[in-house]
């Protein structure tokens, strides 16, 4: 395995104290922060204070896509062999209109789910050292910093509150 | 893990590709035979039919002799097709109306004729093996196909048997496709009724 | 009751009681799936008989064409309902009481599509030829009939599968991550697998929300469509009994009370098997027991409708159909699905009975016999007297129906017993989302 | 498909078989070859045979006395269906469900295979003819004259050839029918001195009552009876001939009635001869000879008698005037449903009634001298001698006294007692059995041979087919015998039996002044016979034992409470059609039950004794007992229990040993009675509580009102009302719209989109539009059509324990509902074919996923089997309940080899799994439109017949294009009678039914 990004780590037990740490990271210029929490959590997205995700296009798309699949399908295939069954006309809109919901809700969900895979793996920092407590009961929080700043960043990580911090290098 | 996808992903591919082009191999029928004057058929013995694609027969019967070197017209033999659902099988009786007296060049072909002669004699009919076999939910009269398409239309499904020593399945008659695309393209009824009940 | 529940009191002890539900397996444990899977048998069996023999095996007797088979195939997905409801619908409504529950109703969900999924197999006549169903390009070609209601179907049972499955999927990803690092050795490998290197970083939070938020917004106008597309099954036809316009919302309530019955007879073991009482308590299922009174209630009134519409049409088939239901041949199944669902259900306005889980357990037997015959009625007593006296006929089922139902069971059984045991059944995530962090300055 | 498909019999497989025409008894190893695909050619082509293309021969039938003529439908020279010889005056084209099954005894699987010799053991072992032949031809000659011959067969070249075949061996010929009619004969003699049974021309009677003689069914000639009646009783113009019936139980006759009396058992001669005694006391107009008759029947005064009749005398009275008063009229009498002790008085009494109202001559033509045998007192005479010893060889042929007779009459015993017997039979049957030597006739459809049905009619069978099996003609063996034995027998001809008859046919042709005999015999091959027009009929007179005459009612013997009245079925007939699962298959008319027997009760009886529909029931009799499943029949006396007869053979082959009860065990030794009087007996009920499932087709036997029978008063139907604006004038209220504006404009909504629909694919352009109409005041509920439909179609028979679960496969059905009957209203009853309707907006075709089920071009409800996966929400969705799903592989269980001959190489032979019904032999259409389209010309309206059409002997159903405004059927559907069932769920039916029509209050 590759060498991990340098930089400093720390790991909260207090959600204030992780996001006071963030918010003088971002104050002092720190702004490709990784953030681990067990769970997702209002405070540390406030502080952190992301774009919002742009996964919903991928669902937009993907509906309007099996949508507009649905019908096209139903309207060609029942045209491209014209079959009369109980007097009915060949297409029609109201039977077909559940096979376009169908879809619409099928493709709308896969590519929802495509859209969280490629976004998540997009956007993800490479090397960033974890812990496993972060899936427990801490909030993690690293800065990648050269060696010499690593110093200044241990004591505010301490100051803020951090019950743990690590230097990477 | 890449390699897995690749290789799932290779196969999916070729599947399609066999797919659509069993599909048109369907599609493709054999052309008319062209009307050729000079049509003279190898001469092979009935050893050698184990080698030709195909059922080997009871008797090694040669349609390119009959038909191509000798243009005798498929409904001498094939008495029904014009009339009937059925193309019928020859009787043995329409062998001899030539093979009483054509007895055969060489020693094979004398010993085949030799075999029909032998049945005629002795009231045992010869079991031929079937070639084609259409499922039986499926009719197809002949007589309106051959009307429609005029006497020498056999080749269309059965294939030139003109230059065939032994007969072949060259088209898959039960591949339903078969039949719906050449009634797509001469824009005849493809109701399901017309051929299913 | 309104304030947030808490039955662990921090993260860790949450993670630490769910990843616990993940040892040894107790006794009880190992005969129930032994059960499960010995019931599988026999519907595999009967199931081969079936291909082997013919459709005949099993008790049709024409008029009546659908019989036990369809009848458990609603039944199922009917079953399937209560979960996608409960973890999409509630979640959009931010319901906090839904987190411990929606882990076990979602897996439910899955494995009871999973389950109504094969029945439009096995009840067909040529089973080996099922997928001509599917608009699949051949050399033939055909493509199916679009205006079917059973092509309907087909679309709706396997996107909502596939749906529910992908939401259970995604819902799962971050516990399976909090298990991989409480666990050491080849569990470790596995979970590791399956977490999809999960770490729980913002970004990794960023689009995880959004995208189980979306999910969610599909999933709930999906689960309302399921049922009613299955109910068109019955709507779109012209027999009396099933040609009724409130089917769609009636077949859903059902569906929904059905669906919630089968999570209290599921849970109400599952919490005492997998030993999370503490986890899963009174909260959870007087809530659920408000839900279950709620459609159950909206059940009565359909029940009423139909009478009352069946008197009020003045359409001579449909009254004697609905006569006949009452006080035909099939009068005893008519009256168990009137009982067991718009009475019994009307006991959950006691808060003392929404509390004992004894009586909910008792209850949602009821429910779950109820609704089966609910079906039954519907789809048997309709066929069984309709437009032609002269073909009236009566169904007597034999082992062939009675087979591949318990096989039903056994396959649903099986599926969801090895999950409980293999995935966290209580979503570790969600239920840290409803614990605040601690602070260092100061309490809460 | 395809698997399922292997052991169906169709085209191809007869393909397979082509060759073995030539090739003799070959038949069977080349059809048996299932899966082998093999090509087998004809040696030398036969001229009258075109593979696929069918071949008719004219034969005759004789699966009963009446001789009708038959066109046997061959294809690659297999028989595979039996319809009516339009040219034959007795049935002209039509064909009862008996007689379209004779092809069930054709391809029996039962059939005796060869000449077979009883062993040492008792068991049977195969031998040469001609160790058979030498055997019969030692056992003749040593016999010494005591040769006795029981013979089956009907007047013909073989019953001379027999004849005298008997007299030179100096032994005696009995030819036996069970049912032979001799009371009538009998009466015939006393009344008017002519022992011969006449023609009764039910076309021209405008008024018919029926004293028990079941002519719908059993009596002489049914399918010349039911024509006759079609044509009068069916409404037309306004007018309909009546029919009363009289009797304890209403058979199909009964039910077919205007009226029905359930009179007391045995008094219908005193009614007769009331209802004479009303005429001549009223009418001045009587022939002068009856008037001597006064004084006689003075003593029958309707008020003398009306107490034990059943009758009020003003009901006796009415009946009498209106019989005089509409002419011509027709009494008829002698059914076996009512031939007691008595029956012989019966039918002199109505042959009085008829003479007193001047029908004789008219509808009673003496001179036809239909086909009777010799009778039951000469079996009997028979029997005695051999129980006396008397008799060294018997020859049974095409006969089977054995199970015909009561158990009671110790046949079996007395033939014991004979020696040495010989059977012909088809089949191993119960008399057959006991004989110590088989040598097995060819079927009818295998021989040369004739019938004399009657006088002028000279009616040919020709060999349509190689023998299925090693067996000859009976006449081959008699010759074969007699050049063996010699002596006596040597005077008779020498050549073979086909020599033989062909020589007696060109001597007769001389006869005629045939000049070309060759293209003679070539019309009359073609013809099937030579018809000549029948014989101006007899005058007949009083004979002075008319005066003999009486009306005392028979005694019956026994303790019991209830009479017991047993029915002959219009299926089975004496039994003979036991053995053949159409007939088993086919409902009986009357119950609707399959594959059992049972025991009639009126309901009220049997709510007195706590009798609940299956439970079976022990009738115990002074000479016997009999079990059978009960069936609550409003239709017969509450004093009288009946059972069908021809169940509970003993021995007759796998469909019919041991099905149901034999209801012959009842009944006493009849003695020296002059005929066997099936209604003799008082029998006790005993309930054993155990209970059977009645196999029957019937879900509800009423139909709620729903319209589906329609039926209006023949005022109404005469002053062009349609069935609905009679309703509605009954109910006193205007006709309104069934549907709402709403339905309307949807309804409209569907025209609409069928124009648009109609613009794409193959619906572009003009196509037939298939359509049927059913005339209801015609059917009789015969179920001919069913047969006919069975046959055509390859329909499996499923058997009893799938009928048991309401899985019948009949594509056509006959429904029989019942109206009124309650407190004090008559019960009426309604037949309604129930087939596909072919709905325009078929309800069955948009919820097939696969359009399996869908609208063809031409109009019909098309049902593709190889497509259909079997999901069966059609057959949920069709309000007729008319498809039918193929549970289990039927077509493997229900075609045993050789069944599957019989199969239409023209029909797919349905697999496991799917859906099926009726598609208006949409074989037949394409056949046709292939037909025309080779000859270059259009279809013309009949070029279509459907099966069912063809062969309805009341030509109540017309099938053709509605679109031509000129065919029959659409001529047909624009009576104000018409409708269509379930008009309100705007289904739009191809199927037009024309209310029946009744004689309301005017009687």
């Known amino acids: 395995m ?164 690590t230097h990477a290098a | 893990m890449r390699k897995l996808a690749s290789v799932f992903g290779g196969t999916l591919l070729l599947t399609l590709a066999v797919a659509f082009l069993a599909r048109d191999a369907t599609a493709s029928r054999q052309a008319a035979p062209v009307a050729n004057d000079s049509l003279v058929a190898p001469t092979l013995t009935a050893s050698d039919s184990a080698a030709l694609k195909g059922p080997r027969q009871p008797i090694f019967f040669r349609h390119d002799i009959h038909a191509g070197q000798y243009k005798i017209n498929c409904q001498y033999c094939h008495y029904s097709v014009s009339v009937s659902s059925e193309p019928g099988i020859p009787s043995m009786g329409t062998c001899m109306n030539c093979h009483l007296v054509i007895g055969g060049s060489d020693s094979s072909a004398q010993r085949e004729i030799a075999k029909v002669r032998e049945s005629y004699n002795s009231g045992t009919p010869v079991e031929w093996n079937r070639v084609y076999f259409l499922a039986r939910y499926a009719h197809f009269p002949h007589m309106r196909h051959i009307n429609a398409l005029g006497p020498n239309a056999c080749a269309t499904c059965h294939g030139d048997v003109t230059r065939t020593p032994q007969v072949f399945k060259v088209n898959n008659v039960n591949n339903m496709g078969f039949c719906i695309s050449c009634h797509l393209e001469r824009n005849v009824s493809r109701d399901c009724s017309v051929c299913h009940y | ?17 769910v990843v616990a539900t993940l040892g040894a397996p107790s006794r009880g444990y190992v005969m129930m799936l032994a059960g499960a899977v010995g019931l599988f048998l026999v519907g595999l069996f009967t199931f081969v008989m079936l291909l082997k023999e013919g459709l005949g095996l099993s008790g049709y007797s024409p008029p009546i064409m659908w019989s036990v088979y369809i009848t458990t195939f609603v039944f199922w997905v009917g079953i399937g309902h209560a979960g996608t409801l409960i973890s999409a619908i509630l979640f959009l409504f931010r319901s906090q009481w839904r987190t411990a529950v929606y882990r076990a ?9 999973m389950t109504a999924g094969l029945f439009p197999i096995i009840h067909i006549g040529r089973q080996w030829i099922f997928y001509w169903l599917l608009p699949y390009p051949n050399q033939r070609y055909l493509w199916p009939n679009f205006k079917s209601p059973l092509l309907w179907d087909v679309f709706a049972i396997s996107t909502y599968l596939t749906v529910s499955t992908t939401f259970l999927v995604v819902g799962l990803v971050p516990d399976i991550a909090a298990v991989r690092d409480q666990v050491s050795g080849w569990r470790k490998k596995l979970y590791a697998a399956c977490s999809l290197g999960w770490t729980g970083s913002d970004n990794q939070w960023r689009h995880y929300t959004r995208g189980y938020l979306y999910l969610a917004a599909l999933a709930t106008p999906l689960v309302l469509s399921v049922h009613s597309v299955v109910s068109w099954d019955f709507a779109m036809s012209i027999i ?169 069971f056994g396959w649903f059984g099986m599926y969801f017993l090895l999950f409980a045991r293999t995935f966290p059944i209580i979503a570790i995530q969600e239920i840290k989302e409803t614990i605040p962090f601690p602070r260092k300055r100061g309490g809460h | 498909m395809d698997e399922t498909q292997e052991s169906g019999m169709d085209r191809r497989r007869f393909l397979t078989v082509l060759g073995v025409t030539g090739a003799g008894t070959a038949a069977l190893s080349g059809c048996s070859t299932d899966r082998v695909q093999k090509l087998i050619p004809y040696m030398v082509q036969s001229e009258d045979q075109v593979p696929g293309i069918p071949t008719y021969y004219a034969s005759t039938c004789t699966e009963c006395a009446s001789g009708c003529g038959l066109h046997v439908k061959t294809r690659e020279a297999r028989a595979i269906k039996l319809e009516g010889n339009p040219a034959h005056p007795v049935n002209a084209g039509k064909l009862c469900a008996r007689g379209q099954a004779g092809l069930q005894s054709l391809y029996n699987p039962n059939r005796v295979r060869g000449p077979r010799k009883r062993l040492a053991d008792g068991g049977f072992a195969d031998t040469p003819w001609a160790d058979g032949v030498a055997e019969v031809a030692a056992r003749v000659s040593a016999a010494g004259g005591k040769v006795a011959v029981i013979s089956g067969a009907g007047r013909g070249t073989f019953s001379d050839l027999l004849a005298a075949w008997t007299a030179a061996a100096g032994g005696t010929v009995v030819r036996y029918q069970p049912f032979d009619h001799e009371p009538m004969r009998a009466a015939n003699q006393q009344v008017f001195g002519v022992n011969g049974l006449p023609s009764h021309d039910f076309a021209s009677a405008r008024m018919v009552v029926s004293f028990g003689a079941d002519f719908l069914e059993t009596w002489l000639t049914p399918i010349e009876n039911q024509r006759g009646f079609a044509a009068s009783h069916g409404y ?105 002790a008595g029956a012989a008085q019966v039918c002199a009494a109505v042959n009085i009634l008829n003479y007193v109202a001047g029908n004789v001559g008219k509808t009673v033509r003496f001179g036809a001298d239909l086909e009777a045998g010799d009778g039951y007192a000469a079996l009997a005479a028979l029997q005695r001698r051999m129980d006396a010893g008397e008799i060294a060889v018997l020859v049974v042929h095409d006969a089977n006294p054995v199970y015909a007779l ?35 006739q060819s079927h009818a459809l295998e021989r040369w041979d004739d019938l004399r049905p009657r006088a002028g009619i000279r009616s040919l069978m020709q060999p349509v087919m ?156 002074a000479s016997g007992s009999l079990e059978a499943p009960a069936y609550l029949y409003p239709g017969v006396r509450r004093d009288v229990v009946s059972a069908p007869l021809g169940y509970g053979h003993t021995n007759f082959g796998q469909y019919a040993t041991g099905r149901g009860a034999n209801a012959l065990d009842l009944l006493a030794a009849p003695g020296d009675a002059a005929f066997l009087p099936y209604v003799s007996t008082r029998v006790t009920i005993e309930k054993t509580r155990r209970y059977q499932k009645v196999a029957k087709t019937e879900g509800s036997n009423r139909q709620l009102g729903r319209g589906i029978a329609e039926a209006m008063p023949l005022a109404a139907a005469a002053r062009g009302l349609t069935p609905e604006e009679a309703h509605h004038e009954a109910a006193g209220g205007p006709a309104h719209e069934i549907n709402t504006p709403r339905e309307l404009e949807a309804i409209a909504g569907f025209a609409a989109a069928q124009k648009v629909a109609a613009t794409k694919g193959n619906y572009v352009g003009d196509h037939p539009q298939w359509g049927m109409t059913i005339d209801l005041a015609k059917c009789t509920g015969c179920s001919a059509c069913v047969t006919a439909c069975y046959a055509e179609n390859n329909i499996p028979t499923v058997g009893e324990s799938e009928v048991l679960r309401g899985r019948e496969m009949s594509w056509m059905r006959i429904e029989r509902y019942y109206e009124g009957g309650h407190d004090g209203e008559p019960l009426e009853t309604r037949f ?121 002997p009341s030509s109540a159903i017309i099938f053709g294009d509605r679109m031509d405004p000129e065919s029959r059927v659409a001529r047909s559907a624009a009576d104000p009678r018409g409708y269509h069932v379930f008009e309100e769920t705007n289904v739009r039916p191809s199927i037009t039914y024309l209310a029946k029509v009744l004689h309301g209050a005017e009687a």
């Open chain 4, 406 to 440: 009561p158990k009671s009459a110790g046949f079996a015993a007395a033939m014991a007692k004979v020696p040495y017997k010989v059977s012909t039979a088809l089949v191993l049957d119960e008399t057959a059995a006991l004989c110590d030597l088989i040598l097995p």
């Open chain 3, 240 to 408: 009396p009994g099933w040609h009724g316009t409130i089917f769609a919302p009636y077949f859903v309530a059902g569906a929904i009370y059905s669906g919630i019955g089968m999570v209290f007879t599921l849970l109400i073991p599952l919490r005492k098997l997998l030993r999370v009482e503490h986890m899963i308590v009174d909260y959870h299922f007087d809530n659920l027991a408000k839900l279950t009174l709620f459609t159950g209630s909206i059940l009565f009134y359909a029940y009423a409708m139909e009478y009352f519409v069946a008197w009020y049409s003045g359409n001579t088939f449909e009254q004697v159909t609905f006569w006949r239901r009452a006080f035909g041949p099939m009068w005893w199944a008519g009256w168990s699905m009137i009982i067991c669902n718009a009475f019994v259900s009307q006991l959950l306005w006691f808060r003392k009975i929404r509390v004992n889980l004894t009586a909910l357990f008792v209850i949602s037997i009821f429910i779950n016999i109820g609704m089966w015959f609910e079906r039954y009625v519907i789809i048997v007593s309709s066929l069984s007297n309709d437009y032609e006296p002269w073909a009236w006929g009566q169904l007597n089922p034999t082992w062939a129906d009675w087979g591949i139902l318990a096989g039903s």
């Open chain 4, 466 to 621: 190689e023998p299925v099996y090693d067996t000859l003609p009976a006449g081959e063996v008699l010759l074969r015998v007699a050049k063996a034995a010699g002596g006596a027998l040597a005077g008779l001809p020498s050549g073979t039996w086909d020599d033989y008859l062909k020589a007696q046919w060109q001597a007769f042709g001389r006869s005629r002044g045939a000049g070309d005999l060759a293209s003679w015999w070539v019309g009359v091959l073609a013809e099937g016979g030579v018809y000549d027009a029948p014989p101006a009929p007899s005058a007949v007179r009083l004979a002075a034992s008319a005066q003999q005459v009486s009306g005392q009612s028979p005694a019956f013997t026994g303790e019991g409470e209830f009479l017991f009245a047993p029915s002959a079925s219009p299926m089975l007939y004496d039994g003979r059609g036991a053995d053949k699962p159409w007939l088993l298959e086919n409902p009986d008319p009357v119950t609707k039950i399959t594959w059992q027997s049972w025991i009639e009760v009126h309901p009220e009886t049997a709510a007195e004794l706590d009798i609940r529909e299956g439970e079976i029931l022990r009738l115990v009799s």
């Open chain 3, 1 to 17: 009751m309104s304030h947030a529940y808490t039955p662990s009191q921090t993260h860790a002890e949450v993670t630490r009681d």
């Open chain 3, 105 to 113: 109703t979602e897996a439910m969900t899955v494995f009871a599509v």
């Open chain 4, 832 to 952: 309604v074919p129930m087939l596909c309707q072919h709905c325009a907006n078929a309800p069955c075709e948009p919820v097939c996923p696969v359009y399996a089920a869908y609208h063809t071009p031409d109009g019909l409800n098309g049902q593709v089997y190889n497509r259909c996966v079997g999901t069966r929400y059609c057959s949920n969705n069709c309000p007729f309940k008319v498809r039918y799903f193929n549970w289990f592989a039927y077509n493997k269980k229900a075609f045993p080899e050789p069944l599957h001959l019989q199969l239409n190489p023209d029909v797919t032979v349905r697999a496991r799994g799917v859906m099926e019904k009726c598609t208006f032999c949409v074989q037949r259409i394409r056949g046709a439109q292939n037909e025309a389209a080779l000859a270059h010309r259009p279809l013309r309206d009949g070029d279509v017949v459907t099966a069912c059409a063809q062969a309805c």
């Open chain 1, 2 to 165: 590759a060498a991990m990004t340098p930089g400093v780590l720390a790991s909260f037990v207090h959600i204030d104290a992780a996001t006071d740490a963030i918010r003088a990271l971002k104050a002092q210029g720190h702004t490709d922060l990784t953030v681990y929490a067990p769970a997702p959590n209002h405070e540390i997205e406030e502080a952190l204070d992301h774009p919002v995700s742009p996964v919903r296009l991928f669902t937009l798309v993907g509906g309007l896509t099996g949508c507009a699949a649905g019908f096209a399908m139903t309207f060609w295939m029942s045209d491209n062999w014209p079959l009369l069954v109980g007097g009915k006309p060949i297409a029609t809109v109201p039977p077909y209109v559940v096979l376009g919901f169908e879809l619409m809700i099928l493709m709308g969900a896969l590519s929802t789910v495509l859209g969280m895979i490629v976004m998540s793996v997009v956007n993800a920092r490479k090397r960033v050292p974890f812990s496993e407590r972060f899936t427990d009961d801490q909030i993690g929080v690293f800065v990648p910093c050269r060696a010499d700043q690593a110093a200044a960043l241990e004591g505010l990580m301490q100051r803020a509150g951090s019950v743990e911090v």
């Open chain 4, 236 to 340: 037309h113009d306004g007018t309909m001939s009546r029919l009363v019936a009289l009797a304890p139980r209403m058979s199909l006759t009964g039910m077919n009635a205007d009226e029905w009396f359930d009179i007391v058992p045995g008094a219908e001669a005193a009614i007769a001869l009331s209802m004479a005694q009303v005429i001549l006391a009223e009418r001045s107009s009587a022939p002068p000879d009856a008037v001597a008759l006064r004084g006689m029947l003075a003593a029958y005064a309707p008020d003398q008698i009306a107490q034990q009749s059943g009758l009020t005398a003003d009901q006796i009275r009415l009946l009498a005037r209106e019989f005089v008063s509409t002419e011509p009229s027709l009494a008829v009498a002698g059914g076996i449903g009512s031939q007691h």
